[in-house]
């Protein structure tokens, strides 16, 4: 396979074989069109202990991620041959990896680009302290999640949750979890750090019985019990988007109170949410039955 297109340092490291990465922080693959910005902001990273691999077209970005091995990517969303949006979602459908992307205009690209499966999103025009305190931030939420050899247990922080036996516990205890809630935590906890939409939710959730309203109140509920446990506020509510599962502990704590304030905006009718969740009254219990839950019955008693 060929390496045209990468930047000429980088590539005679790599064909030499120096370019292990051994030494290195992480690896990061920079998917920009614009020569300057990309060799300037990966010549500061790389000063800084990051390896850094360029790739100028949307249409190698798959490429060149199968080629580096990368352990994050800077995504350019300005791209001469590909919407960014789409090379985006490309890059997360072949892997989990931390994607970062960097757009013009924040109110226009943020959502579309959280959306298409990024983990986080800057203006080019951030100064490079703020880039990097941003790759910083994602490595440490990548490498703060641990899992079983065979990926059956996924831990975070002081949470544990085991997919084998469907129980979460906290520092050893077990958490009364109803099915909707489990299901709901199995989501967010398997794709740490990462912003899953609404509708990715609905439709893994309840398919052709998806309620917004609903999924409003199991995270609510949701929330409430992991805090009883851990004071740190894990789910975190990126607005006009979805949910995340936050590793890393200081990002979690910095949204809480936005968290407060939207996690219900959608809701406009108590009632209407609890003749919505009628239908799920059959769900089973998941682990330990929360005793507080009138009808025991999963994740949706309100």
């Known amino acids: ?18 370019l292990d990465g051994s030494s290195s922080l992480g690896r990061i693959l920079f998917v920009s069109a614009d020569a300057s910005w990309s060799a300037t902001v990966s010549g500061l990273l790389s000063r800084d202990g990051y390896d850094c691999v360029e790739c100028r077209l949307g249409a190698r970005s798959i490429e060149f991620l199968t080629a580096s091995a990368p352990d994050m990517v800077v995504l350019d969303l ?11 979602s490309l890059l997360r459908a072949r892997s989990s990896i931390p994607i970062l992307a960097v757009g013009e205009r924040e109110d226009e690209q943020l959502v579309r680009a959280l ?28 490498r703060s999640t641990t899992r079983s050899s065979d990926g059956e ?19 050893g205890r077990d958490i009364a979890m109803t099915r909707r ?3 709901l935590l199995e989501v967010l906890m398997t794709r740490p750090g990462r912003v899953v939409s609404r509708a990715d ?9 998806r309620d917004a309203h609903a999924l409003n109140i199991h995270v609510r509920r949701l ?10 506020r894990r789910i975190q509510t990126v607005r006009g988007v979805g949910f995340r599962f936050a590793v890393d502990d200081a990002d979690a704590e910095d ?16 009632e209407d949410v609890e003749a919505a969740l009628v239908l799920d009254l059959r769900d089973e219990p998941v682990g330990a039955v929360d005793s507080e839950e009138p009808d025991a019955d999963s994740a949706v008693s309100v």
Do not use: H, Q
């Open 255 to 270: 949204v809480t109170d936005l968290a407060d304030l939207t996690d219900l905006a959608d809701v406009e009718d108590v």
């Open 78 to 88: 300005a791209l001469p041959d590909r919407y960014g949006i789409t090379v985006c």
């Open 115 to 142: 959306s298409a499966g990024a983990d986080a999103f800057v203006l080019k025009k951030t100064g490079y302290r703020e880039l990097l305190a941003r790759v910083r931030a994602l490595f440490r939420r990548t």
């Open 153 to 171: 247990v996924v831990r975070i922080g002081l949470l544990e949750l085991d997919r084998a036996a469907r129980v979460v516990r906290c520092t």
């Open 1 to 18: 396979m060929g390496l045209s297109g990468w930047g000429v340092t980088r590539v005679n490291e790599y064909v030499d074989g120096t």
């Open 201 to 209: 939710l609905l439709d893994s959730m309840w398919g052709p019985r």
């Open 223 to 232: 929330r409430a019990k992991l805090e009883a446990f851990d004071p740190v």
């Open 181 to 183: 809630e489990y299901e």
